[in-house]
């Protein structure tokens, strides 16, 4: 896809204005946000997702849009999975509820930022050596295997451990013992604290990064195109916020959500395998962004109705155990 100066300063142009706009509108008072407003602003931001879709199409034709959608509802899915982590972050550092939308919002743009910074240097490596494929390939069908495994252990709820930046943050910088409102930094007897308003957002935005280490390679498996790249994840991560309260109360309910993820990711990894040995010349056939588009629906559909299936199932077992103990 041919993408001119002018269209990539005026996408990101209308991205910053959509983030200020939403801080303005929706962000810029500290408060509880009720399930009718997250669903309000969840749909704002799909419509707006599948309106650049329809853009793409209209600029460049359908490939470049399937390539989108596709990347798009996998960042999405995946970004899904991301927010088990944030909820574990809040209460590791006990944000109170009225400020978790502030913690969520700056927390995505840095990891926006950060997401920018891996897709252009991913995007370098892959316009000169098509080799990168090849790891890239193998790195997800790897993680594919990693979750599986993860999710048949059935192991018991994680807690959030502090990355390394955090730990040399929190050593370096002096921080107050509670929140300051929305302050980030706060001067006391003459000195300059950080609040653990601060320390929570680069907790958001820094673990974010670390999952963009199998998304970001898992959207080039779809499209090589550093446009499409960028505003998949930037679409898929700005509406995360509103996402974090609308279903936060139903994630434990998706028990299936690890395996369709690996099925996705794996069929990602061998979409990139067949993708590298068809550019090193070997005569292997290639899976067209249509059938991916298609399969990923279709696995995300399957996993979300046998997750609220098992879910109900337990829920129903519980209540009749319950009855008999009574």
Not at 5 to 16: A, E, K, Q
Not at 56 to 82: C, M, R
Not at 89 to 118: D, E, H, N, S, W
Request: glycine residues 8%; without cysteine.
């Amino acid at each position: 896809m041919d993408v001119s100066v002018t269209m990539w300063v005026t996408t990101i142009g209308v991205l910053i204005a959509l983030i200020v706009a939403d801080f303005f509108i929706g962000g810029r008072k500290p408060h509880e946000v009720s399930i009718k407003e997250a669903g309000i602003w969840t749909a704002v931001w799909v419509v707006l997702a599948l309106i650049f879709g329809g853009f793409l199409w209209w600029h460049s034709g359908a490939q470049p849009a399937g390539e989108f959608f596709a990347g798009y509802i996998t960042e999405k899915s995946l970004s899904v999975d991301n927010l088990f982590v944030f909820i574990l972050i809040m209460g590791k550092f006990a944000v109170p509820r009225i400020y978790q939308q502030r913690v969520l919002m700056f927390g995505v743009i840095i990891a926006l930022v950060l997401r920018a910074v891996f897709i252009a240097g991913g995007a370098a490596l892959v316009s000169e050596f098509s080799w990168v494929f090849f790891i890239f390939g193998a790195f997800l069908i790897w993680t594919a295997w990693k979750l599986v495994k993860e999710a048949r252990a059935d192991e018991e709820e994680e807690e959030f451990e502090e990355n390394r930046l955090l730990k040399s943050i929190t050593r370096r910088f002096p921080a107050t013992d509670d929140y300051r409102g929305t302050k980030l930094l706060v001067r006391e007897n003459g000195r300059r604290l950080i609040t653990p308003m601060l320390i929570v957002m680069l907790a958001i935005g820094t673990t974010d990064v670390l999952f963009a280490l199998d998304s970001i390679p898992a959207i080039f498996g779809l499209t090589q195109d550093p446009y499409i790249v960028f505003t998949a994840n930037a679409f898929a991560l700005m509406g995360l916020r509103q996402l974090y309260f609308l279903i936060g109360g139903l994630l434990k309910k998706l028990v299936h959500l690890s395996y369709g993820l690996s099925v996705i990711l794996g069929f990602i990894g061998v979409k990139l395998v067949l993708h590298a040995a068809h550019e090193a010349g070997a005569n292997v056939p290639e899976i067209g962004i249509p059938f991916s588009l298609g399969f990923i629906v279709v696995v995300l559909a399957v996993t979300t109705f046998t997750s609220l299936r098992a879910s109900k199932k337990a829920a129903e077992a519980e209540h009749e155990q319950a009855k008999l103990d009574a």
